[in-house]
């Protein structure tokens, strides 16, 4: 059975998702795996104002993704690995959504049309750096071809984290 990708647009983020982003990242569940806890609005207003800089640099960032209503439903997308860990210096794809838009296909959808876009400024790979207990994401990384290449144990939570890599060809 072959189902119908959600409807997705991914859009730069503008000031007022930082408000958005800020309440579908309030969830505990959907924070599971990134400290468990919501961040201050302040939070979301530095990184997404991080975002349309990295964008109009580089061509790519954490874009808001949008559902078929124009709903906010979180952001997909890639940025430079901000860590001094990890693969640091690579371009990593992520994807956060919102608990209701779990299941529904929207990581996945969002997470293709996001290599599309780097393919189109150059990128040529990419990484994602999952938490190993996340088999959703874990999941995600498989639906889209990648590979695990490299495990590392974050410094500050102790929690191990894998790093799936893929190599976008032109």
């Known amino acids: 059975m072959t189902t119908t990708p959600p409807a997705i647009r991914l859009r730069v983020p503008t000031e007022e998702d930082a408000y958005a982003w800020h309440e579908v990242f309030a969830d505990r569940e959907v924070m599971e795996f990134l400290g468990g806890g919501p961040a201050e609005l302040s939070a979301y207003q ?3 104002a991080r975002q349309r800089k990295q964008d109009a640099e580089h061509g790519f960032c954490l874009w808001t993704v949008l559902d078929e209503d124009d709903r906010v439903l979180g ?3 890639a940025q430079y690995w901000p860590r001094d860990w990890g693969p640091v210096g690579e371009i990593e794809i992520g ?3 919102a608990r209701h838009a779990w299941g529904g296909g929207y990581a996945t959808t969002a997470a293709l049309a996001t290599l599309e876009r780097l393919r189109a400024v150059g990128v040529g790979e990419v990484v994602a750096m999952v938490d190993a207990r996340n088999t959703r994401s874990i999941a995600v990384t498989r639906r889209l071809g990648m590979r695990h290449a490299e495990t590392f144990t974050a410094p500050v939570r ?4 894998y ?3 893929l190599a976008l060809g032109r």
């Open 46 to 48: 530095e990184l997404t």
């Open 75 to 77: 952001f997909t997308g």
């Open 95 to 97: 994807w956060r959504l």
């Open 158 to 161: 102790r929690a191990e984290s």
């Open 163 to 165: 790093c799936f890599r």
